[in-house]
């Protein structure tokens, strides 16, 4: 499911090139905080999808909120959670 919530995040990515040594910078409009830059737009694509995942795996820690995108939704699961789908 992170690998598809990702993929749709990266759907939604706006590039635009910069004055800077990493000219390309791209960003999720939807996932607050999300952005990145690279020397080339494949590299900062590839490093968007570090920065979502990374993002991912905070928010799940911390008990906060994640988006749907493309009614794609990722929550926290629990020990309940797990049991019951044994």
């Known amino acids: 499911m992170?690998?598809?919530y990702i993929t749709a995040?990266?759907?939604?990515?706006?590039y635009e090139i910069i004055e800077d040594d990493e000219p390309?910078?791209?960003e999720v409009p939807e996932l607050p905080?999300?952005?990145a830059t690279g020397?080339?737009?494949?590299?900062?694509r590839e490093r968007l999808a570090e920065v979502i995942d990374d993002w991912l795996v905070i928010r799940l820690r911390r008990g906060m909120p994640?988006?749907?995108?493309d009614g794609i939704?990722?929550?926290?699961?629990t020990r309940?959670?797990?049991?019951?789908?044994?």
């Open 2 to 4: 992170i690998v598809e």
């Open 9 to 14: 995040a990266l759907h939604h990515a706006r």
């Open 24 to 26: 390309y910078y791209g």
């Open 33 to 35: 905080g999300v952005w």
């Open 39 to 44: 020397t080339t737009l494949e590299a900062c």
């Open 66 to 69: 994640i988006p749907p995108i």
């Open 73 to 77: 939704t990722i929550r926290e699961t």
């Open 80 to 86: 309940m959670d797990a049991d019951a789908g044994s």
